[in-house]
């Protein structure tokens, strides 16, 4: 099992930039595959990015494909989620996950989540 907080959100302009964290507990973390989703108000919670157990293949939605880059450090348990060029559009409450299912996008194949972060982007 294991355990998700992130943090880094806030506000921002236009874009701007902001980097997500995700701090992950337990000692099998490196066997999970992470990913990024996100959800705005009145929307379904959709994926954003993804990364394999050691860092070596990444996956993104094509809405955010060449301005977010995600990455890993398993030596410290940390997912991070590096946004650039932010959009208005990009506003939603950010959420980290985890599953043992190589790099699907599917939330419900995602066991584990944190409690979510707030990223938004003023025009």
């Known amino acids: 099992q294991v355990q998700l907080v992130e943090s880094g959100g806030g506000l921002v302009q236009a874009g701007g930039s902001l980097r997500l964290s995700c701090a992950a507990s337990?000692?099998?973390?490196?066997?999970?595959?992470m990913g990024w989703f996100r959800q705005a108000p009145g929307k379904e919670r959709e994926f954003v990015a993804g990364i394999n157990w050691i860092g070596s293949t990444t996956n993104y939605a094509d809405s955010v494909k060449g301005r977010f880059i995600i990455s890993r450090d398993n030596a410290k348990n940390t997912v991070d989620l590096q946004m650039n060029k932010l959009k208005p559009e990009d506003t939603a409450v950010y959420y980290c996950?985890?599953?043992?299912?190589?790099?699907?996008?599917?939330?419900?194949?995602?066991?584990?989540w944190g409690q979510g972060t707030q990223v938004t982007v003023s025009s």
């Open positions: 337990g000692r099998t973390f490196s066997s999970y595959t």
């Open positions: 996950a985890a599953t043992r299912v190589t790099m699907t996008r599917r939330d419900r194949e995602y066991p584990y």
